[in-house]
Every structure is written in C-alpha cells, then in structure tokens.
C-alpha cells in the first residue's frame, strides 16, 4: 500500500510555469507506475500524464504534450510534473496516483487501473 500526497499548486499567470509534487509513502514506491490526471468541476477526471515504475517510459496527454513533463525520483519517492506555457484551460485540480503492472501503454491513460490517489493539488492559471 502507498499513500501520495501532492503538493505545488497555486496561481500563476498565462504562459507561466509550475511544477507540482506527488510524494509517496509506504512499501515499494520504486514498484509503482505513476500517473497525474486534472480534473475540474462538472467535467470528468482525465488522463494527463504517466511513468513508468523505472521512468523508462512517460506518456502524455496529446494537448499537454511539448508543455508538461513528468518525472519521478525514486530515492526520494516522489514524482514530479513539471507545467510550461499554462493556458487557463490547464485550471484544475490535478492528483496523482499509483499502479502496478500497468505494461500496456493504453493502460496508462484509464483511471480506473490506479489503485491508490492523492487527495489532490489546485492549478489557477489566470488571463
């Protein structure tokens, strides 16, 4: 079991920068493929970004892609997502979440594989 906790949201303009924090407690997080999703009201949670347990491999969301990157350290148990060129429709709350065994790349983008969520880290990007 692992517990995560994101932390680095806040306000920042357009065309700025962020980079939000998922630390992870708990047995093995090295074993687990890790995901970001985004998620504002009255709009389903959906897939942003992801990486494998070793961070061999990373997956992105097609419009986030060229702006966001995703990383992890495992010696410090803690994945990052780091946010560029923000447009106000990157407003959300954005949560991470662990997997195991994902393999598959088209698994990485379903929600539902994830096993363990943070409670979630708010994005304001202001026009």
């Known amino acids: 079991q692992v517990q995560l906790v994101e932390t680095g949201g806040g306000l920042v303009q357009v065309g700025g920068s962020l980079r939000v924090s998922c630390a992870g407690s708990?047995?093995?997080?090295?074993?687990?493929?890790m995901g970001w999703f985004r998620q504002v009201p009255g709009k389903e949670r959906e897939f942003v970004a992801a990486?494998?347990?070793?961070?061999?491999?990373?997956y992105y969301e097609d419009l986030v892609k060229g702006r966001f990157t995703i990383s992890r350290a495992n010696a410090k148990n803690t994945v990052y997502l780091d946010l560029d060129t923000l447009k106000p429709e990157d407003t959300a709350v954005y949560y991470c979440?662990?997997?195991?065994?994902?393999?598959?790349?088209?698994?990485?983008?379903?929600?539902?594989?994830?096993?363990?969520w943070g409670q979630g880290t708010r994005v304001t990007v202001s026009s």
């Open positions: 979440a662990a997997a195991t065994f994902l393999e598959a790349p088209t698994n990485f983008v379903s929600g539902y594989l994830y096993d363990y």
């Open positions: 708990g047995s093995s997080f090295s074993a687990y493929d």
């Open positions: 990486v494998s347990w070793s961070g061999s491999d990373t």
